[in-house]
């Protein structure tokens, strides 16, 4: 029974959703890596973002769009160029729409990099996917974490995705608004 003007608790480790745009062969190389690991998309997605938002790689490759200063931990800052300004991102390639579910400080994460780029939680956590399926030692750390053993199937898989990685041109353009 609840009271009037009485506000509902919020559950402590309440998930919310994401669900960003992706050029398909990124999509292809998530569903790989997915395989690989032997891991749910919506897991592998998690990590790739979870990861990718504290990764220095993936935040030297997206702070070129924020347009506020930013710092995600002590003594490290980023500072807004002057000729930034808010964006849309619009992905040129065939693409696939991905679904995951971010935990509460992971999402608050992601929403302040929203916030410090003038993008979408959603665009930013496909900018954030992309740049982190460019950093190939992310990749690797999560394909040993999953302590899964790779057969030769596997091993081909994790051969083609570090090529692809390597040599990925998933390409957005971002519109000024």
Not at 41 to 52: A, M, P
Request: one cysteine or more; proline letters at 3%.
């Amino acid at each position: 029974m609840s009271r009037v003007g009485e506000i509902r608790k919020i559950r402590s480790d309440k998930k919310h959703d994401v669900k960003p745009f992706v050029p398909f062969e990124l999509y292809d190389c998530i569903l790989r890596l997915s395989y690989i690991t032997r891991m749910p998309i919506k897991d592998v997605c998690e990590l790739l973002v979870v990861k990718g938002a504290r990764s220095l790689f993936v935040l030297d490759h997206v702070s070129m769009y924020f347009i506020r200063d930013y710092s995600p931990e002590e003594g490290l800052i980023y500072i807004a160029q002057a000729k930034n300004y808010s964006r849309r991102l619009k992905i040129t390639d065939p693409k696939e729409r991905l679904s995951l579910r971010l935990k509460q400080n992971d999402y608050k994460r992601i929403d302040t990099l929203s916030y410090v780029t003038g993008l979408t939680i959603a665009s930013i956590t496909s900018l954030i996917l992309t740049h982190a399926f460019r950093d190939v030692t992310l990749l690797e750390n999560i394909i040993t974490d999953s302590k899964s053993m790779l057969d030769n199937n596997r091993s081909k898989e994790r051969r083609y995705i570090l090529k692809k990685a390597t040599k990925g041109k998933w390409m957005y353009d971002l519109k000024r608004i």
